[in-house]
């Protein structure tokens, strides 16, 4: 069974920093790009970030300079680091788990960033 779990959310004031985790089970880890998305209230769900089975990143234009996506494939888990926070960063951040050549992905249930003013 696959999972994928993401933790490290919370609140914070604007500024501030936040290192969100996304652990995954039941996969080959290592053969697998890793994403997080973010879902704000009312909004679509939008990619942040991603980070190839290689290690080559890249990130949305609102945020990058700010949010840092590293993967450790011995701990089968990938982070965001999220600094200079602003309140438009609040919103449910999920983790995504794709293997184009397999045609899978996988998504986590996320969890919520609150950034406050």
């Known amino acids: 069974q696959v999972q994928l779990v993401e933790s490290g959310g919370g609140s914070v004031q604007a500024g501030e920093s936040l290192r969100l985790s996304c652990a995954a089970s039941?996969?080959?880890?290592?053969?697998?790009?890793m994403h997080w998305y973010r879902q704000a209230p009312g909004k679509q769900r939008e990619v942040v970030a991603g980070i190839t089975s290689r290690g080559d990143t890249n990130y949305s234009d609102s945020v990058k300079g700010r949010f840092t996506i590293s993967r450790d494939n011995a701990k089968n888990t990938v982070y965001l680091v999220m600094n200079s926070l602003k309140p438009e960063d609040t919103a449910v951040y999920y983790c995504?788990?794709?293997?184009?050549?397999?045609?899978?992905?996988?998504w986590g249930r996320g969890t919520q960033v609150t950034v406050s003013s």
């Open positions: 995504r788990a794709s293997q184009l050549a397999w045609g899978q992905e996988y």
């Open positions: 039941g996969i080959i880890f290592r053969f697998y790009a």
